[in-house]
């Protein structure tokens, strides 16, 4: 099985892998957030941090390099009033 093949079989699986609520270290840091920052979610898989960022009135954007994230990511939208859009590949 290939490295792809490994991370899509494994986010193609119902539910979310880590969850909902966002990485507790970020969660620590909540007091240094203010509506309307902006954030950088690297690596941010299912989009949990990435949501928790939104929902805490930041600007984000969230990266991710693999499909199957990105679809499950799209469920996010309503309950955090945000949305994805697709990154270009250059």
Request: overall charge positive; proline content about 7%.
């Amino acid at each position: 099985m290939s490295e792809l093949e490994r991370w899509e079989t494994r986010f193609s699986a119902p539910g979310y892998w880590f969850g909902t609520a966002p990485n507790a270290f970020l969660a620590s840091q909540a007091h240094r957030l203010r509506p309307g920052q902006k954030a950088l979610a690297i690596a941010d898989g299912e989009g949990r941090n990435g949501v928790w960022l939104a929902e805490q009135g930041l600007d984000v954007v969230s990266s991710i390099s693999r499909r199957a994230p990105a679809r499950r990511r799209g469920r996010w939208r309503p309950s955090a009033g945000c949305g994805c859009a697709p990154s270009r590949r250059t």
